[in-house]
């Protein structure tokens, strides 16, 4: 600890203030400056026909006005070196060299970065990226000078000033447009250049670090002087929540303030988080993700002005100040409180449990939302009484969404600390069981702070321990759905997955002649790859047939089959066909525990009969040609491939808790219903039959479609081949496995010594016929199927 003097003698007790910091601001424009770049490079590669165009105009206007080249290179050249060091003279006369220094650093770390990555794209293999910015002429792929000066540039933050930033901006341009116009930098070349300095120029602020310009204790001091407070003793205590500063002032006749100091460059703290919750949750529900210092001093003001006025038990705000131009402060009445997270389990009666609740009542009937009601921000004073505290994320004028959100949320907190059953009645007591029924399906995680969502992780069922106590108080005859999420995260994945799945697919249509391949194409074997694929179908039916003791029709389960084929078009492949079958036999009026079952018994048995038949398959493919047992090259991969996904299921908890509880879900009450099967000859037969005739039906196509385009491989190469690709394609979140299964099966298919373009044919091919083709008949039956009630 270090003593800081100020005016009249009053030290302040705080901890030294670093004399330079790494602001979160600068990393976070590093990584902006880098996703600019990615961005730039991929228009720039699509806009290649353009840029060559643009290129070809200026060098004709340039033919057409020789002089103005020179002139803007003799100015450009000469301003791009003189404006940079004007600027350090400047700041080295007003005492500022260290900023100098940094923008030195940058400069250097600029010019050989440029150089080195120049050198790279030179020598390297990337020759699109090496075209686009070179124009296949003998210039620098990234302009060396152009590089350390917008690096130097933007380490000594001249964005600031408003004059200097405008001349330097219009020197850079003067000497793209010099460089351009004579042909000795490209327009891509010269926008990676400046976005590439600007990236080193932040990531070198970020790394030496700024000078600290928060106001140390002393500036706290005389701004509440200012505030006609008598300080006579100030000490800084730890900060809050979202990492402001927090000071106890002992003023002159006894009484004491607490006092929250914003600090300027802590406002982008935490700024990703903010950013993705803003993205991911409702409007009605989200924050602002960034707010200047002057609005989060006049928010935080507000709030509390509104919770006094409201009568609520928080500590009155006596004063707000700015402290120069880099921080503010709020001056609260200190009250002697201890936080609720403090209180033992035991000691919260009641009582106290009614007395949250009624402060809670008091925000709720001026329409005042709090938004942390919890452990930290619910304190005690020595009375025994609460008080709120923390109100600084607020709401004034909240929808009704909001204030049910604070009801959730108290819920929630209190029920980890007391049990569902007491904080529904302690609740209930003082807010109505209306409230708490309005509030019941706001019970979600994504809707509750980050640290009850911590402490739910150990909780799993609390949230419907909850809504039974609320709905055994009031029951409701269907509760509304409120969904705050825009979207989850495996929505995210899917779409991420479904681009690069397109992309591959479109690549893969590039490689072949479209109508070179349906005109060359064996008609014969195409046909029979056709009748193979319906016979898929038809398979499928027969198997979920087979484990469903009930009778079921057999043209109308085929249809099932084709709709579940359409609705594969938005969901992964393990997906959509369990859901469109589960449905398909609740419709028929089988029980809902009956049906998952039926479907699951279905898929277990798939799943063994898939690796009996790629173990089978393999070893026979590799003992064609030897008596002794030697394990094909096919074999060994399967099984490497099987144990690596054992040990990340296994291996990596989270995954290891997806897949448990999937499986537990989908196959927990399987064996029963496969008793139920077994106790029929003709069921067990027909399951089996339809569940071995998939396997062969999708194999058979695959082979005819090689052999259409004149490949030569053997049936059970190709059933090696269709069985681990399909193992993968399942695994992939794209609807259909879509980019995953054509990738796989092209790789294996020229592994196992079928040319690349007929392999690329023959899968195009198939998945034409297996994927594609039945969407159409797919969304006739689905259709169909629901007009008839049957899904």
Known sequence: MAESRADNDVYVVEPLLPQRLRRPSDLLRFFATLIVLGAVILLALVAKQTLIGLEADVKEGAELVPLLPRIAAFLGGAAVLVVPAAFAVERVFHRDGLRVAEGLIAAIIGMAGSFLLGQWLVGGNLDDLRVLLTGDRDIEPLNTLLTSVVAYATAVRISRRPTWRMLMWTTIALYILAFFSGRQITLPSAIVTVVVGMAIGYATLYGVGSPNTRPPGSAVVSALRKLSFVVVSARRVEDDYQGSRRYAIGLKDGSSLDVTVLDRDRQVAGLPYRLWRRIRLNSETRRRAIRSLRAELEREALMAYAAQAAGASTPRLLGTSEIGTEAALLAYEHIETRPLDEVPDAEIDDEMLAQIWEQVELLQIQRLAHRRLTGDSIHLDRAGRVVLTDARSGEIAAGDLLLRLDVAQLLTYLALRVGPERSVRAAAAVMGSEALAAAMPLLQRIALTRETRSALAKEKHLLAALREQIVALKPVGKVEEIRLERFRPRTLITIIASTIAAYIVLYQFSQVDVYKVITTANWAWSGLALVAAFVSFVAAALMLRGFVP??????????????????????????????????????????????????????????????????????????????????????????????????????????????????????????????????????????????????????????????????????????????????????????????????????????????????????????????????????????????????
């Open 550 to 791: 009930e009778p079921l029709p057999l043209w109308r389960t085929v249809l099932v089959q084709f709709a579940s084929s359409f609705v594969k078009l938005v969901t992964p492949p393990a997906v959509g066909g369990v859901a469109i079958n589960t449905r398909y036999l609740q419709k028929r009026g089988i029980t809902p525990a009956s049906a998952v079952a039926s479907v699951g018994a279905s898929q277990l048995i798939m799943l063994v009969f898939h690796i009996s038949l790629l173990l089978l398959f393999a070893y026979i493919t590799g003992s064609t040609t030897t008596t002794s047992f030697t394990p094909s090259r096919g074999l060994v991969v399967a099984l490497l491939a099987v144990a690596l996904l054992v040990v990340v299921v296994l291996g990596v908890p989270p995954v290891r808790r997806m897949v448990t509880s999937r499986l537990r879900k989908l196959f927990g009450n399987v064996l029963p219903r496969l008793l139920d099967v077994l106790q029929s000859p003709l069921k067990m037969i027909e399951a089996g039959v339809g569940t071995l005739m998939i396997t062969l039906a999708f194999v058979a196509c695959l082979h005819a479609c090689v052999a259409a385009f004149g490949g030569e491989i053997s049936f059970t190469a190709v059933a090696v081949v269709y069985l681990t690709a399909n193992a993968i394609g399942s695994a992939a979140p794209t609807p259909g496995g879509l980019g995953a299964v054509e990738g796989a099966l092209i790789l294996a298919l020229i592994a196992a010594g079928v040319p690349q373009a007929v392999a690329t044919s023959a899968v195009l091919l198939y998945r034409l016929l297996t994927f594609w083709l039945p969407v159409l008949p797919g969304w006739a039956s689905f259709t169909y199927l629901q007009r008839h009630e049957a899904l």
